[in-house]
């Protein structure tokens, strides 16, 4: 979802950049901009919905999930969400919606199908918090953020260029290459921190669903377990015996440079140790 | 900072560290308050055996030890081999505190003997008394001086869920270790 927003975000840069260079003014610019985002945000479940192939389902086709959902719903004095089901093996779940009344949660089948009732429990208060933080108005308005920061670059230095005429149409040939390029160069580096900015907004709101989580259902364990399911980590709690890796000398193997704190940056999801970790001390501190 | 802390530990020089496996000494009552895991007074250390005259000395001398503290501790042993060719050195005393005392008594013979890399683990058992018939481990690996649990449910198959509130319910006690891909099972142990 949020890969999509980036996307999104992306193309617009695109499109206003094409519109700036095609000479219009900033007025029409900036509301052509802002009328896309208020789209984007508008439609942004139904977008979402037809783009992950997730099916709303009614309360007969899937009577113990739509029971899950009332249950915390009810518990937490939230309203209830459309529940849509997407047909994949793929453990997954997410919610959308703009606000909290039109909200959908989606989860796949392969999750129901790996997760115990409690564990489903875990991940659906998980989005459920998501919704009650009106996460995805918080995105939207952080790409609204980049897309801003990334057209003032241009109009300020365009501005700039065209305020600076009074030396004359040469001095300004002589340094348009160079201008340019500092130009576009700003403008990277505008939009890749942003970027950064919003994954960085983007984890730290899945901290706060996940101790929204463990609030709701007071088990924080359970999310835990469903995390670990879910990211395959289960794996890596090994079955393997002691006594026939030893021989191998696993435990000398310095831990090699994984390349896991740059991808860090850029992922929308912390790591699922650090998120289980969490959640472990928040089990500690409610039992 | 991390890449460079990294590179100075170097895991293969590290030493047993007997204030690690004495921390036990208090975080078994969390264990029983927090989760209900009660301590059945049975451990086991594990080590390599290694064919040659010094280590039946050692041997020799670690009996001898267990025999002359038999009667002061209320300590029980047994010596068994497994097929990984490991040596289980089976104590059961009635308080945690004499294990303790007996298990690092034992590992402190072996060292002196100049056998401490043949060292590989201390496993504590513990009855889950939530759950009757379960058992639960806390495993203390030698070579990286850390606890952490098992918890075996049937056929090799692990209780992840109990093993993770063992970790957070100890965690503050005792040096856990954090990477779970390092939480190797001891299956079919004799204890």
Redesign the interface.
Known sequence: MILSFAILTLLYLIFLSVLAYLGLGAVPIIIIASAMILAQFYFSDRIVLWSSGAKVVSREQYPQLHEIIERIVARNNLPKPRVAIIDTNMPNAFATGRGRKSSVVAVTTGLLQILDTEEVEGVIAHELTHIRNRDALVLTLASLFSTVAWYLMQFGFYGGLYGGGGYGYGGRDRNSGGAMIIILLVAMLTWVVSFLIIRAISRYREFAADRGSAQMTGKPVKLANALLKISGSMRRIPTKDLRQVEGLNAFFIVPALTGSTIANLFSTHPPVEKRVQKLMEMEASMS | MK?FR??RR???ISKTNPDAIFALSSAYITLET??GLKNTGRSAL?L?VVDGMYFEDMKQDVQQFLDASKSEFGMRYRVVK?S?G?LWIIVEAGRMEDNLAGLTAISDTVEEKGFADQL??VVFEFSITMDKNSIAYL?Y?Y??NKFYPFVPAGQ???D??Q???I???A??ELPFE?D????????DLPL
């Open positions: 890449f990294r590179l170097n895991p293969s927090k989760l594990s390599k497994d990984y490991y590989l683990a495993i690996n070579k990286r090799k198959n692990r992840s869920e093993e993770m509130k970790l957070a319910a965690d503050q954090k779970m891909s390092l939480w190797y099972p001891l299956w």
